[in-house]
């Protein structure tokens, strides 16, 4: 039986989303991104599954579009959900943290896809970039718009004109990663990061996420509309049976038993 595009597991209370086309280094075609983007639909309506984990299969994490199939004239988009972007999830969001596990090549659309994601985790021999330029291109699957605001704004911006490639470590150093892995053990340490997280209250951590995401554009912490924001979610927080459960579970020195409600 031929291989899906993108597949979900669950491990847990995780999800590892895997783009599963090893020999194109999982370049995005419209199987990987109807697959893809089902999955991520799946793993949020899925109550078990508390985070997300996005890898690649084989060698790489994603090398980007399928210049093949674009060549060939065939789309590579999921025509039945175009406002899921790129790979069906550059414009996908879901309530979910999502962790990009980057086991290897990752440029162009690969960076683009880490960048979709709340947290990453590196390989140390893999490397990330937007290479478009040099290809008459434009990174725009959430390329130019996302990198300069998850760096400083002229290093950025030299990377997206010289199209130049950044390192592990320098990922690292600019914040663009959260951790480096040995070589080869990038899934093992975000699945660990995963972990961690998973084990938090599932309310509270979909509420900061929506909160951190939704005020970062916005204007300064002392405008009201922010506020807003911030209540709403302590409003679903606090009413919430979690928040009588994680206290008496710290009293009775227990682990808390989340019901994400």
């Known amino acids: 039986m031929t291989e899906p595009a993108a597949k979900l597991e669950k491990r847990g209370n995780i999800g590892i989303l895997t783009l599963n086309r090893p020999d194109a280094l999982n370049a995005v075609n419209a199987d990987l991104a109807i697959a893809a983007g089902a999955a991520l639909e799946e793993a949020q309506s899925d109550p078990e599954i508390r985070v997300v984990v996005l890898t690649g299969a084989g060698r790489a994490f994603c090398a980007g579009a399928d210049l093949k199939e674009l060549a060939k004239g065939n789309r590579i988009d999921d025509r039945e959900h175009p406002e899921w972007g790129f790979g069906g999830i550059v414009q996908h969001w879901i309530a979910k943290p999502t962790i990009a596990a980057v086991n290897g090549f990752a440029l162009g659309g690969g960076t683009e896809i880490l960048l979709a994601c709340d947290l990453a985790v590196i390989d ?30 002229k290093v950025a911006l030299e990377a997206m004109l010289t199209g130049d490639a950044i390192s592990a470590a320098r990922a690292y150093e600019l914040g663009l990663v959260n951790r480096v892995a040995p070589a080869g053990t990038a899934l093992d340490v975000a699945l660990s990061l995963a972990e961690t997280i998973a084990a ?9 996420k929506r909160v951190a995401h939704t ?11 922010v506020w807003e924001v911030n209540k709403d979610a302590a409003k679903v927080v606090f009413t919430s049976k979690d928040a009588m459960e994680g ?7 227990r682990k808390p038993e989340w019901q994400g409600r």
């Not at 008459?136 to 704004?153: D, E, K, S, T």
């Not at 005020?215 to 509309?225: L, V």
């Open 200 to 208: 938090n209250a599932p309310l509270s951590v979909e509420q900061s």
């Open 247 to 253: 206290p008496r579970a710290f009293a009775e020195k």
């Open 215 to 225: 005020t970062a554009a916005m204007g300064s912490d002392w405008e009201p509309e």
């Open 124 to 153: 140390e021999t893999a490397s990330l970039g937007l290479p478009e330029v040099k290809r008459g291109l434009l990174a725009a699957a959430g390329g130019v718009i996302r990198l300069q605001r998850q760096i400083p704004f």
